[in-house]
């Protein structure tokens, strides 16, 4: 029972005389499957997060239906399962909350079934990086097929984008430049196609990192969700894992250190979510691969920001595709990257490349003439964020990249929502708003609420930027001069905990410095008190408890701790 030399992990279900072989092979008949096939050829699992519940993953079962062609036609037995679906714009209270539990069904769906490889799909902002870190865990072969990206939103004449233009018009809505009516018309037409949202959020940035990283194949990120050529990709992603399968190329021997950092450049070159150092670092801890926040903030230092989409700038996914997409942004910063990088294609990453081109220089510049000089994260230091926290410049003000002010500060969400716009708020446009209890414990979840809005009354005096400090997330698709994940979070009792309303903050982007202008001994002062009265935690059971007990701060990706690492394809007892 083997497949030419080597004898696949399903042989051990699937290749037995004996009454185990007879139970797992009799009922994997009852679905129409020829005896044949469990003659020793390498099974492929599917990995399915589909569902009507993540709009963006919605057409994903029709996208598996060709990677089982490739998979029939390469030799192999396509075997497709489910996979909880984390439906970003759905979920409540965040999506994020439910990464790692995702993360936990992948890996022991993996480990559990008689697969020898397996293709992800997804595309939905935490689908990617959840089932990346569950596959990790186990360490088959494994290539990645994303969604892609939305049709560009149309509205009256012009494009509009997911996400970005949402924040954007409601906004414009507050400030009274807008009718609501105008608002809720603009809905149709942002989101009328399959796929992911089509700006550079969390789901084009995931996706962008995967082809760098070499676990999916060329043109993965960019190909628009409906374009023929995506099925074409899944076609040829079938014939692929099933070689992967034979050669026993497993994902820890592409997504190496090397993979990492081509993929952190990629991201600061093509402006990038600020989601993906969190996932990444929780993908790193699963590989045992040594990455940390420095790692973002001196690699991004080495490219300019490239590409002119939103939220950074102005176009979106199907532009970028069609100006030559991320192969085209990795020929531009070549010599940063590791070209000799292994990839699920058989070729390295510089054999991918070779022929990109350029067709739109409006929508992927040179390194000569950048859309900006500031890319990817700035990660901060200082005793407000001791751990770290970051802020993407290209999304943020040039004019705020240093600045000194008087904190208003809201102790809960709800708090913000009740008081942002309350005309007799205390605040001015030199102010800095600081959001608590936002962070992985606090929401649960790092909900993506660190984009404050900002005050009726300023919006309506034309102020459409302000400093904004949170331990929260915020939408890949969001713009702002929003520093984000501050830790440790207020909820763990990080120092964001005990800043005052009238306290002074100083942040200096290029020095990357952020400091709370209050003494040392009064910040301990606070803290204690801050200790002494904390109330008794909301959630006793389940899997929220599960999460708060566990879960890793930002500068650790947020895994839970006893996620972290790797227990590989051994399963040792059979199941009757
Ligand atoms: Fe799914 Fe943006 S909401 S990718």
Same mark, same amino acid.
């Given at each position: 029972?083997?497949d030419?030399?080597?004898?696949?992990?399903?042989a051990?279900?699937?290749?037995?005389?004996d009454?185990?072989?007879?139970?797992?092979?009799?009922?994997?008949?009852?679905e129409?499957?020829?005896?044949?096939? @469990?003659d020793?050829?390498?099974?492929?699992g599917?990995?399915?997060?589909?569902?009507e519940l993540? /709009?963006?993953?919605?057409?994903?079962? &029709?996208i598996?239906e060709?990677?089982?062609?490739?998979?029939?036609?390469?030799?192999?037995?396509?075997l497709?399962?489910?996979?909880?679906?984390?439906?970003e714009?759905?979920?409540?209270?965040?999506a994020?909350?439910?990464?790692?539990?995702?993360?936990?069904e992948?890996?022991?769906?993996?480990?559990?079934?008689?697969?020898?490889?397996v293709?992800?799909?997804?595309?939905?902002d935490?689908t990617?990086?959840?089932?990346?870190l569950?596959a990790?865990?186990?360490?088959?072969?494994?290539?990645?097929?994303?969604s892609?990206?939305?049709?560009?939103?149309k509205?009256?004449?012009?494009?509009?984008?997911?996400?970005?233009?949402?924040?954007?018009?409601?906004?414009?809505?507050?400030?009274?430049?807008?009718?609501?009516?105008? @608002?809720?018309?603009a809905?149709?037409?942002?989101?009328?196609? /399959?796929?992911?949202?089509?700006?550079? *959020?969390?789901?084009?940035? %995931?996706?962008?990192?995967?082809?760098?990283?070499?676990?999916?194949?060329?043109?993965?990120?960019?190909?628009?969700?409906?374009?023929?050529?995506?099925?074409?990709?899944?076609h040829?992603t079938?014939?692929?894992?099933?070689?992967?399968?034979?050669?026993?190329?497993?994902?820890s021997?592409?997504?190496?250190?090397?993979?990492?950092?081509?993929?952190?450049?990629?991201?600061?070159?093509?402006g990038?979510?600020?989601?993906?150092?969190?996932?990444?670092?929780?993908l790193?801890g699963?590989?045992?691969?040594?990455?940390?926040?420095?790692?973002?903030?001196?690699?991004?230092r #080495?490219?300019?920001l490239l590409?002119?989409?939103q939220?950074?700038?102005?176009?979106?996914?199907?532009d970028?595709?069609?100006?030559?997409?991320?192969?085209?942004?990795?020929?531009?910063?070549?010599?940063?990257?590791?070209?000799?990088?292994?990839?699920?294609?058989?070729?390295t990453? *510089?054999?991918?490349?070779a022929?990109a081109?350029?067709?739109?220089?409006?929508?992927?510049?040179?390194?000569?003439?950048?859309?900006?000089?500031?890319?990817?994260?700035?990660?901060?230091?200082?005793?407000?964020?001791?751990?770290?926290a970051?802020?993407?410049?290209?999304?943020?003000?040039?004019?705020l990249?240093?600045?000194?002010?008087?904190?208003?500060?809201?102790?809960?969400?709800?708090?913000?929502?009740?008081?942002?716009?309350?005309?007799?708020?205390?605040?001015?446009?030199?102010?800095?708003?600081?959001?608590?209890?936002?962070?992985?414990?606090?929401?649960p979840?790092?909900?993506?609420?660190?984009?404050?809005?900002?005050p009726?009354k300023?919006?309506e005096?034309?102020?459409?930027? %302000?400093l904004?400090?949170?331990?929260?997330? %915020?939408s890949?698709?969001?713009?702002?001069?929003?520093?984000?994940?501050v830790?440790?979070?207020? #909820?763990? *009792?990080?120092?964001?905990a005990?800043?005052?309303s009238?306290?002074e903050?100083?942040?200096?982007?290029?020095?990357?410095?952020?400091?709370?202008?209050?003494?040392?001994? &009064?910040?301990?002062?606070?803290?204690?008190?801050?200790?002494?009265?904390?109330?008794?935690?909301?959630?006793?059971?389940?899997?929220?408890?599960?999460?708060?007990?566990?879960?890793?701060q930002?500068d650790?990706?947020?895994?839970?701790? @006893?996620l972290?690492g790797?227990?590989?394809?051994?399963?040792?007892?059979?199941?009757?």
């Amino acid at each position: 029972m083997t497949d030419g030399k080597r004898q696949f992990r399903s042989a051990r279900s699937y290749g037995r005389a004996d009454r185990d072989g007879f139970i797992h092979r009799s009922w994997m008949k009852s679905e129409g499957l020829p005896g044949d096939v @469990f003659d020793g050829r390498p099974v492929i699992g599917i990995c399915n997060t589909w569902s009507e519940l993540t /709009p963006c993953n919605a057409h994903l079962r &029709e996208i598996a239906e060709f990677v089982k062609r490739g998979v029939w036609e390469a030799g192999g037995l396509p075997l497709e399962f489910p996979a909880m679906s984390l439906g970003e714009t759905q979920m409540r209270p965040t999506a994020m909350l439910f990464r790692n539990l995702l993360a936990m069904e992948v890996e022991e769906s993996i480990r559990g079934n008689p697969i020898d490889a397996v293709v992800l799909l997804g595309g939905c902002d935490k689908t990617t990086p959840g089932q990346l870190l569950g596959a990790a865990s186990v360490d088959l072969p494994t290539m990645v097929v994303s969604s892609g990206p939305m049709l560009n939103g149309k509205f009256r004449g012009r494009d509009i984008g997911s996400g970005t233009d949402v924040w954007k018009l409601s906004e414009a809505v507050r400030a009274g430049e807008m009718k609501a009516q105008d @608002f809720f018309a603009a809905e149709s037409g942002m989101s009328r196609s /399959p796929g992911t949202c089509m700006t550079m *959020g969390s789901a084009s940035t %995931m996706a962008s990192v995967a082809e760098a990283m070499g676990l999916a194949l060329p043109d993965n990120a960019t190909l628009p969700a409906v374009d023929s050529r995506r099925r074409v990709l899944a076609h040829e992603t079938g014939r692929r894992i099933v070689a992967l399968a034979r050669g026993n190329v497993r994902l820890s021997q592409i997504a190496t250190r090397q993979a990492f950092e081509n993929a952190i450049l990629v991201s600061a070159a093509i402006g990038g979510s600020t989601n993906t150092a969190i996932h990444l670092l929780a993908l790193a801890g699963r590989l045992g691969v040594k990455l940390s926040l420095a790692d973002f903030d001196r690699l991004s230092r #080495e490219v300019p920001l490239l590409v002119d989409l939103q939220p950074s700038g102005k176009y979106l996914m199907e532009d970028f595709h069609y100006a030559g997409g991320v192969a085209a942004v990795m020929k531009e910063i070549a010599p940063q990257l590791a070209l000799d990088a292994p990839t699920v294609s058989g070729k390295t990453l *510089g054999e991918n490349i070779a022929d990109a081109e350029c067709y739109n220089r409006d929508v992927i510049r040179t390194r000569d003439a950048p859309v900006g000089q500031h890319a990817g994260l700035w990660v901060l230091h200082g005793n407000l964020a001791p751990s770290g926290a970051v802020i993407k410049p290209s999304a943020a003000s040039p004019s705020l990249y240093r600045h000194k002010g008087r904190a208003v500060v809201f102790e809960t969400i709800e708090e913000l929502r009740a008081r942002i716009d309350d005309p007799a708020l205390d605040i001015d446009e030199n102010c800095v708003l600081v959001l608590k209890g936002c962070g992985p414990k606090g929401y649960p979840g790092m909900a993506e609420v660190g984009n404050m809005p900002l005050p009726r009354k300023l919006l309506e005096r034309g102020v459409h930027d %302000m400093l904004r400090i949170s331990d929260a997330r %915020m939408s890949g698709t969001a713009f702002g001069t929003v520093i984000l994940h501050v830790t440790p979070e207020s #909820e763990a *009792g990080g120092p964001l905990a005990i800043v005052q309303s009238g306290d002074e903050i100083l942040f200096d982007g290029p020095a990357r410095k952020l400091e709370l202008l209050v003494s040392g001994e &009064e910040i301990a002062r606070r803290l204690e008190a801050w200790r002494a009265s904390r109330p008794a935690p909301k959630y006793g059971r389940g899997y929220y408890k599960l999460y708060i007990d566990h879960v890793l701060q930002a500068d650790r990706g947020c895994d839970l701790d @006893f996620l972290v690492g790797a227990s590989g394809a051994e399963v040792e007892r059979e199941s009757h």
